[in-house]
């Protein structure tokens, strides 16, 4: 079935923006943690501005596993030299940056100290910023921006398991593309479980886009078909299609993914222009481990890390970065509706290297 929005504003235009293009105000997020209660020295500290500024204020976890503990380190050891650096190697490893990946960045770090005469230096500005350079050079792609097709629609094949965000993300990516005068249609392939029907189609009236959904138990895939006819007859300029948040091991579930995929190409050929895999920061190694097995099994292309706020696991990024070689594309870093901002690699460095103020 193809739903407007809602039955009260089925007479409007579908991409009229509702309250003057405000995100919705009091959305929670029933599949994202709630942030950490603000501190008062936090609360009093001066507020930075623009995508660095919330960066800077949503990872201050992640940056206190790595920054922080690294200046720990140094301030305890009082030089640069072979103690510190294996020091430094277990502190990457627990912020979940991953040990074949954490290998490398150490290695480097001998041979910067080695080749820049840095042994016995009291230097800590040159540690926390080769370190940061070399992270920088891990998390580079050429690769961010989503992929359009040459006609309308794009199609965006969303995957994960359940728990990790991906409902949320789906809203909330919707929303970006509304904000940015696009139409986008969401689409419920999830049919194993009517909640998941309901919370997307609450989400779809959130972000002020149309919603193709079927009954509960249908075919995923015929759900689908409707959608791409009913995206072409609508002019839609994005399709976001949710699947089932099946565990990552079920190798006969998984098929299923590639028989969606395989629907979608015979009505665009080309499509789906993306598989992305929504990933939970806070699950750290295990995040990888899906990448992985998702990957390997429907060829994602880019990722949607929710959850950033609050982990110190956001090293996880890094590894992502440098052992699958999949560009990270989004980032969760909060409960607002306008909270999932494009991945910008040296905002997220520059955020997770810059040093308190005092």
């Known amino acids: 079935m193809f739903w407007k929005r809602n039955k009260q504003q089925s007479e409007l235009p579908i991409d009229t923006p509702r309250n003057n293009d405000k995100p919705p105000a009091d959305l929670s997020d029933a599949d994202q943690a709630s942030p950490p209660a603000e501190s008062p020295s936090e609360s009093k500290a001066?507020?930075?501005r623009g995508l660095f500024g919330k960066l800077f204020d949503r990872l201050r976890a992640s940056r206190d596993a790595i920054l922080k503990k690294t200046i720990s380190i140094f301030e305890r050891r009082?030089?640069?030299d072979d103690d510190l650096l294996d020091e430094l190697e277990?502190?990457?490893?627990?912020?979940?940056?991953?040990?074949?990946?954490?290998?490398?960045?150490?290695?480097?770090?001998?041979?910067?100290?080695?080749?820049?005469?840095?042994?016995?230096?009291?230097?800590?500005?040159?540690?926390?910023?080769?370190?940061q350079s070399a992270i920088?050079?891990?998390?580079?792609?050429?690769?961010?921006?989503?992929?359009?097709?040459?006609?309308?629609?794009?199609?965006?094949?969303?995957?994960?398991v359940n728990g990790v965000g991906k409902t949320t993300a789906i809203g909330k990516l919707a929303w970006r593309?509304?904000?940015?005068?696009?139409?986008?249609l969401i689409v419920a392939a999830d049919t194993f479980r009517a909640a998941a029907i309901d919370q997307l189609a609450i989400w779809a009236d959130r972000a002020g886009c149309d919603i193709v959904k079927g009954e509960e138990g249908a075919d995923p895939s015929s759900v689908v078909y409707n959608?791409?006819?009913?995206?072409?007859?609508?002019?839609?300029?994005?399709v976001i299609i949710d699947t089932a948040g099946r565990l990552h091991n079920r190798a006969n579930l998984m098929q299923e993914l590639g028989k969606m995929a395989r629907v979608i190409g015979r009505e665009f050929p080309g499509a789906p222009h993306e598989t992305l895999l929504v990933l939970d920061a806070s699950t750290g190694q295990n995040a990888l481990q899906?990448?992985?097995?998702?990957?390997?099994?429907?060829?994602?292309?880019?990722?949607?890390?929710?959850?950033?706020?609050?982990?110190?696991?956001?090293?996880?990024?890094?590894?992502?970065?440098d052992q699958l070689k999949i560009p990270v594309k989004f980032i969760g870093i909060g409960e607002k509706i306008d909270d999932l901002e494009p991945f910008e690699p040296e905002a997220f460095l520059k955020a997770l290297f810059e040093r308190e103020e005092v």
């Not at 961010?144 to 995957?159: A, D, H, I, N, W």
């Not at 959608?227 to 994005?238: E, I, L, T």
């Not at 899906?290 to 929710?306: K, M, P, S």
């Open 177 to 184: 593309f509304r904000s940015e005068g696009k139409k986008a």
């Open 227 to 238: 959608a791409v006819h009913a995206a072409r007859a609508g002019q839609h300029d994005f």
């Open 46 to 48: 001066p507020k930075k």
């Open 78 to 80: 009082g030089k640069i």
């Open 290 to 321: 899906q990448a992985r097995q998702f990957t390997d099994t429907c060829g994602v292309t880019g990722i949607i890390l929710t959850k950033m706020d609050g982990t110190a696991k956001g090293g996880v990024i890094i590894g992502i970065h």
């Open 90 to 131: 277990e502190t990457l490893i627990t912020a979940d940056i991953g040990v074949e990946t954490t290998t490398r960045l150490i290695d480097h770090l001998r041979d910067q100290v080695k080749f820049q005469k840095k042994k016995g230096s009291t230097d800590i500005n040159w540690l926390t910023d080769t370190l």
């Open 136 to 160: 920088g050079e891990m998390i580079d792609s050429e690769k961010r921006s989503l992929k359009t097709g040459t006609e309308k629609p794009s199609v965006y094949l969303v995957v994960g």
